[in-house]
């Protein structure tokens, strides 16, 4: 079945570690997101890419880093210079930027 | 800068009970606005894109309608399976850049 994998469902971070969040399409989308989300508060763009080798911040970039070397691949890596980690990130895909969003089931990441 | 507002924030039915949820938006043309469904721990799931006041979907017990300030959500007949979290989301017409809002937390009870 296609659709969006993100891994893991849980993860936890310890001070000054980094941790990469890993997600994967098997859409054949060429636009890939991801947001953060936190109690109370909508979803927010971290980075964003419209195709392999690009990508472009967000509203909420600092403390976070993106590669897209494959067309399938999107994954977020949070860096100890994130000094509020703990939220529900969320990966999307879009046929084409500007398309409706196709969600994984998200990565809860918690700070130890 | 887009704003989105949703309300109610919570909002707590009877089973048959139908009712609207609301969402204002601002933003510097419109491309499109969408609805998604969310339920706990999972991530959003797609339901409607509007793209011009006055257009109208539907999807069951669910029907969405747009005007050029608000978008609204009619749920008609709610089931307890329509329990979740149903989020708004704009985008304008000269980035890429989608603005949620933070949703309304819908309870259905038998």
């Known amino acids: 079945d296609g659709g969006i994998t993100q891994s893991p469902k849980y993860l936890f971070r310890k001070e000054g570690q980094n941790v990469t969040l890993s997600c994967e399409q098997n859409l054949n989308h060429d636009a890939m997101y991801w947001y953060r989300q936190d109690p109370g508060q909508g979803l927010r763009l971290i980075y964003y890419s419209q195709i392999v080798n690009d990508f472009q911040k967000g509203d909420i970039a600092e403390g976070y880093s993106v590669s897209r070397e494959k067309k399938e691949s999107f994954p977020l890596t949070v860096t100890s210079a994130q000094k509020n980690p703990t939220a529900f990130y969320l990966c999307a895909s879009s046929l084409r930027s500007g398309e409706k969003l196709f969600f994984g089931s998200g990565t809860q990441l918690s700070v130890l | 800068e887009d704003q989105v507002t949703q309300s109610p924030e919570a909002l707590r039915l009877q089973e048959g009970e139908s009712s609207s949820l609301n969402c204002s938006y601002t933003v510097s043309g419109l491309r499109g606005l969408f609805w998604y469904r969310q339920d706990p721990g999972k991530g959003p799931e797609f339901l409607f894109t509007l793209y011009s006041a006055g257009e109208e979907k539907e999807k069951e017990r669910l029907k969405a309608t747009l005007t050029k300030k608000e978008s609204f959500l009619h749920i008609t007949a709610p089931k307890p399976e329509d329990s979740a979290t149903y989020l708004c989301?704009?985008?304008?017409?000269?980035?890429?850049?989608?603005?949620f809002g933070t949703g309304t937390k819908l309870q259905v009870i038998p």
């Open positions: 989301a704009v985008q304008a017409l000269t980035y890429q850049k989608v603005t």
